[in-house]
């Protein structure tokens, strides 16, 4: 994994792959804050970094500490750390072939789905929109009307 410098990640993935290394960005989409109005736009999952493919025993290693857009690779002692086994891999099989993650557990908007817990558990509603925060906005019939409640992901349970 290497550490980036202030917005350098598309400049760092660019140049890495140009070295040979192979690289992998998630990014995830998030609405923020642009001339007043709050926009989506799609921002890295983990900021300021990215994971770097490479042969730690090599020494061409070295090459990706002056690579531009990089601050440096996340070391200790004398060499680079590897990231634990699985992690990666996990988070690539939850990306789409842009390295953006999905929505969790297959849900989409439409979907009717059981709440599973809190205050309104085993009631029944509709998927208006999913939050890039893992957090799902509802679409609920409750005294002859709709009401939007947002709950997390792991609340909700597919029919």
Known sequence: MAQLKPNGARAAERNLRRQGFGTFLPLEERMIRSRGRFVSAERPVF????FVSLDPAASVWRAVNSTFGVQR?????R???PVPEGIVDGLITRCDGKGRLRP???LAPGQTVRLASGPFADTLAEIERLEPDRRVRLLMTMMGGQTRVTVGADQLRAV
């Open 73 to 77: 690779l996340v070391a200790f002692g």
């Open 104 to 106: 969790p557990g297959g």
């Open 47 to 50: 900021p300021g970094y990215v």
């Open 79 to 81: 060499g680079p750390v």
